[in-house]
């Protein structure tokens, strides 16, 4: 069964940093894109980065020049570090892997858990 598996988060001041971190479990062919959405109370979930697998990388212009996504293919892990915070950064925050299990399998799209971030003083 594959899994995405979410670790990091938690609470922070203004200003500060924090890593996320996801890696992929299960028997699997490839992984293919992997990005990081999040999902503030009242709001709908939004793509915050993503990453090909050659590495190519995309930000929402809000966390441009801050957050910073990075991979592992060795691992299958997707990484977000995250600088200078602001409370509007708040939320959950989702990894998610499109890949294929087996070579003839069609891609599918995997979401992790989901892992709460608030940014308080």
């Known amino acids: 069964q594959v899994q995405l598996v979410e670790s990091g988060g938690g609470l922070v001041q203004p200003g500060g940093s924090l890593s996320l971190s996801c890696a992929v479990s299960?028997?699997?062919?490839?992984?293919?894109?992997m990005g990081w959405y999040r999902q503030a109370p009242g709001k709908q979930r939004e793509l915050v980065a993503s990453i090909s697998r050659g590495g190519s990388t995309m930000y929402v212009d809000s966390v441009k020049g801050r957050f910073t996504i990075s991979r592992d293919n060795s691992k299958n892990t997707v990484y977000l570090q995250m600088n200078s915070l602001k409370p509007e950064d708040t939320a959950v925050y989702f990894c998610?892997?499109?890949?294929?299990?087996?070579?003839?399998?069609?891609?599918?799209?995997?979401w992790g858990q989901g892992t709460q971030v608030t940014v308080s003083s």
């Open positions: 998610n892997a499109y890949l294929r299990i087996t070579d003839g399998s069609s891609g599918s799209t995997y």
């Open positions: 299960g028997s699997i062919f490839s992984v293919y894109g």
